[in-house]
C-alpha cells in the first residue's frame, strides 16, 4: 500500500485545494502518476517512485493531480 504520510500530504493539499482527498494507491504498473475514476477519483503513482523521488517531488505530484481534479470540477459545476 501508500505510505500513510503520503496520504496525510494529499488530505493537508487536497482541504488547501478546496478539493475532497481521494485515496493514493500506488502500482507497479504505471509509468507515470495519474488520477484514475470518473466520480471516484483516486491519485494513482508508480511504486518505484516511492523509493527513487524525494518527498518533495512526491508533494509536488500530488499537488499537480490535485490540480487536475479541482479542474475537472470546475469544468463540471460550469456545465457543457
Known sequence: GVRNDLQAVA????????????????AESIRCATVIGFFRHMIVVPSAWLCDT???????????????????RERCARGP
Open 11 to 26: 488530505g493537508r493539499l487536497a482541504g488547501k485545494l478546496g478539493v475532497k482527498c481521494p485515496p493514493v494507491a500506488e
Open 54 to 72: 524525494s518527498p518533495e517531488m512526491l508533494e509536488a505530484v500530488i499537488a499537480h493531480e490535485l490540480a487536475h481534479l479541482r479542474r475537472h
